[in-house]
């Protein structure tokens, strides 16, 4: 197996906001987990609704919210891996 080299190019964007803003950066896993009532897959508009639904809650209960939803949801075996990671500024 050979190494490939790969170049990246970055950029710094910076944005002003009038007010705190909250930004998440998630795996597909979370989407891709099967549960519920009918065993389906959560999918990323629900995931997005959810932001969309909790951004303005403090960040620990923002948190508490999708433990919930792992634990209510998710009650077939986990598929893949969940990250999500909220950031407000």
Do not use: H
Request: positive net charge.
């Amino acid at each position: 197996m050979s190494l490939k080299k790969i170049s990246v190019v970055l950029q710094t964007i910076l944005y002003n906001y009038k007010k705190a803003i909250c930004v998440y950066i998630f795996s597909d896993g979370y989407a891709d987990q099967f549960g519920g009532e009918k065993g389906k897959k959560f999918m990323v508009a629900n995931l997005q609704r959810t932001f969309a639904e909790i951004t303005d809650k403090p960040m620990q209960e923002q948190y508490d919210i999708f433990i919930c939803i792992c634990k209510l949801a998710w009650q077939l075996r986990a598929i893949d891996d969940v990250l999500v990671i909220g950031v407000r500024v």
